[in-house]
């Protein structure tokens, strides 16, 4: 009993607690707090996320979801100060129904001369950015926020649209308290799924709703000798109705944080609920099933005049295409022909998007379109050519993958060729810089969706079968005072290749010497480069170099580190757990040889040993081996990632590898003085 009574009283003042917290009311002791009592590292936390869902009956319009915030953030240092602006996209198409941000409210507090000060943000600190034409953006600066600071904001989100948006439990920063409750009536059905490691288990409760509405009715009355009267009754009507009522409660939330290397989409992991509309039954209607498939959601988009009908259109380039492809009768070389072709005319305006927004036909004429302008486009080109070609669905890395079959889960398209050998060439004419089947790092996101003409639909899978790879070849030759010259040929193939010309191809030769020779503690005397232009040949660089700083004398014996400034020094991986996946983005492989000619007036005293590191499931593995035959030296080595994802699982496994790597590529050659 006395249990029961302590654990009544404790959710009693939790409740209490929670119902306190007012906005605009913060306390002198929180803003006195210099660092997060949890998270020492944290450059800020969300104080209070305060988040109620609920739908409510307009007579006009129906049931509208609307959805009151209210968000409180301490800032603790000055990397927190990006807190100070909030960015709230909502849904404004240019036609049709919009959603509104209303009862804004937002306060800076300070804490100035043991006294607490508020400050709103102006007029001209608040505005709207439109996004495109069917995304826009609110977007909010808090005024005069330093370290110390807590930033306050209330808003409410009106949609016409019986849409819930994803609860997010789990942010970069840490969260002291989150209430979020959710009420949904019983004429509509949402299913709801988990995302990301982190869970809170709802508190589900129902209480009654209702629904007002007012009707008219018109009475036509004798009025003797003068005629007929009009007169109007209003009657007042109420539908009472069952709430379904979820809330979700939880105090001192550890963050996922984005500084871990290679996240990936960090949104993807971390723990939420979705909530999808499978259906409404509504009172004296029969019930409505909107559950749907990737199948339905692609032949809907097939369908759109912005989509379909824009892979039919042919008259604008016919001529062109003709006379293009008639200089050769090889397939591949005409795919490479109107790949290359579409680069050149027609360039990216840098906005992503499924659907056309102006047309392929204009587009080919002013020179520059979207992702679906370029890319149906290019499909539309290959089909005409006679190839069976077809565009492809997916959805960018910033965008997540989507837990529901919705159209929202598609914002980018690319094309598909499909050869008579049963191989395929995944192609993106929105870089400039990319290749057959090496797509811009933006599109590596797990599957795409090939859309057929007939408006079936099958998976593709976009991550690269091959190694994105580096291979490193390294000739060293040691002076008898000890000073280092060498050649290195470095060749990069597949992404490694794209992703080089995307840093470098615009930088002149002298920037590009003078930041290797920065890098690498060296002076380069010669350097070429080669394929930077053509696309289907590895990259490779030469450069022939002298350096006075990779060898330590001591007591007539000289130490080297035989892979000098190729060698890994630091590991990515420093956190001592990981609850999310490693995200490479595409399998990968760096090799080095190294060669090493050692003076004649010294002897090879200690290599280091040989060693070899796999792990599981055959997900990576790391080589390293020396050989020494009289004065020569020759080391190989070897790191080779097989998956673009490891699970959180292996991360400790990965974590060891890196550091056994770094220690074994840092590890001294000794030399002593004969």
């Not at 306390?27 to 936390?45: G, N, R, V, Y």
């Not at 199948?295 to 380039?317: H, R």
């Not at 990632?641 to 590898?657: C, G, R, T, W």
Request: proline share 4%.
């Amino acid at each position: 009993m006395k249990k029961a009574l302590l654990l009544f009283t404790l959710i009693f003042i939790y409740n209490l607690n929670a119902q306190e917290t007012k906005f605009g009311k913060v306390s002198k002791e929180e803003l006195e707090e210099s660092i997060h009592p949890i998270d020492s590292t944290a450059d800020a936390a969300y104080l209070l996320k305060n988040r109620r869902t609920y739908f409510k009956f307009d007579q006009n319009n129906g049931f509208q979801v609307i959805t009151d915030y209210h968000e409180r953030i301490k800032v603790y240092t000055k990397e927190g100060l990006e807190y100070a602006t909030k960015k709230i996209i909502y849904y404004k198409p240019e036609t049709g129904e919009v959603e509104k941000i209303t009862s804004l409210k937002a306060y800076t507090f300070n804490l100035e001369n043991g006294k607490i000060v508020e400050q709103k943000p102006s007029k001209k600190d608040i505005f709207d950015i439109k996004l495109n034409k069917y995304r826009s953006q609110k977007k909010i600066t808090f005024a005069n926020v330093k370290e110390g600071s807590i930033i306050d904001i209330k808003y409410t989100l009106i949609s016409p649209y019986y849409d819930i948006r994803t609860l997010n439990f789990q942010y970069g920063i840490p969260v002291k308290q989150l209430n979020t409750q959710i009420e949904i009536p019983e004429y509509f059905v949402f299913s709801q799924r988990a995302k990301g490691f982190f869970n809170i288990t709802p508190k589900q409760t129902s209480k009654e709703g209702s629904i007002n509405w007012t009707s008219k009715t018109r009475h036509q009355t004798r009025s003797g000798m003068m005629g007929h009267s009009i007169s109007t009754e209003f009657s007042n009507h109420t539908k009472k109705f069952i709430l379904n009522v979820y809330n979700f409660n939880d105090e001192n939330i550890l963050p996922l944080k984005e500084n871990e290397p290679f996240s990936g989409n960090i949104n993807n992991y971390r723990g939420g609920l979705e909530f999808e509309l499978s259906g409404t039954r509504f009172p004296n209607s029969m019930y409505e099933n909107y559950a749907t498939d990737w199948k339905s959601v692609c032949k809907t988009i097939y369908n759109s005049s912005s989509f379909g009908a824009e892979l039919e259109k042919t008259n604008y380039f016919k001529e062109d295409i003709t006379n293009l492809v008639s200089i050769t009768k090889n397939d591949i070389d005409k795919i490479a022909l109107i790949f290359q072709f579409v680069k050149s005319k027609v360039k990216w305006n840098e906005y992503y998007g499924k659907f056309t927004e102006k047309g392929v036909k204009k587009a080919y004429k002013e020179g520059v379109g979207n992702v679906a302008e370029i890319n149906l486009m290019l499909t539309s080109m290959l089909q005409y050519t006679g190839f069976d070609a077809n565009p492809v669905l997916t959805s960018t890395r910033d965008n997540g993958v989507s837990l529901f079959p919705t159209s929202e889960g598609f914002n980018y398209v690319i094309s598909k060729v499909n050869l008579p050998n049963g191989k395929y060439i995944l192609l993106d004419a929105t870089e400039a810089l990319s290749d057959f089947n090496i797509l811009p790092f933006r599109t590596l996101n797990w599957y795409g969706t090939e859309i057929l003409e007939n408006g079936n639909s099958q998976q593709v899978k976009l991550i690269p079968s091959t190694l994105a790879e580096e291979n490193n070849i390294l000739h060293i030759k040691i002076d008898e005072l000890g000073e280092v010259s060498g050649m290195l040929r470095k060749s990069l193939k597949g992404h490694s290749a794209m992703f080089y010309r995307q840093k470098n191809n615009l930088k002149k030769e002298e920037d590009l010497i003078n930041s290797i020779e920065d890098k690498y503690d060296i002076e380069i005397e010669d350097f070429k480069i080669l394929n930077k232009e053509n696309l289907s040949k590895p990259i490779v660089q030469n450069l022939k170099f002298s350096g006075e700083d990779f060898i330590e004398e001591v007591n007539d014996k000289l130490y080297l580190s035989p892979l000098l400034f190729l060698a890994t020094k630091e590991s990515p991986f420093k956190s001592k757990e990981r609850s999310f996946p490693i995200d490479f983005g595409m399998p990968w492989q760096d090799q080095n040889s190294v060669s090493i000619i050692v003076p004649e007036s010294y002897s090879i005293e200690s290599y280091p040993d040989e060693l070899a590191i796999g792990l599981p499931d055959n997900l990576g593995v790391f080589k390293y081996k020396v050989t020494v035959q009289n004065n020569k030296i020759k080391l190989f080595s070897v790191t080779q990632f097989n998956s673009n994802i490891i699970a959180p699982q292996h991360y400790l496994a990965v974590k060891d590898l890196y550091n056994q790597l770094i220690k074994k590529q840092t590890e001294k050659i000794v030399l002593t003085k004969i």
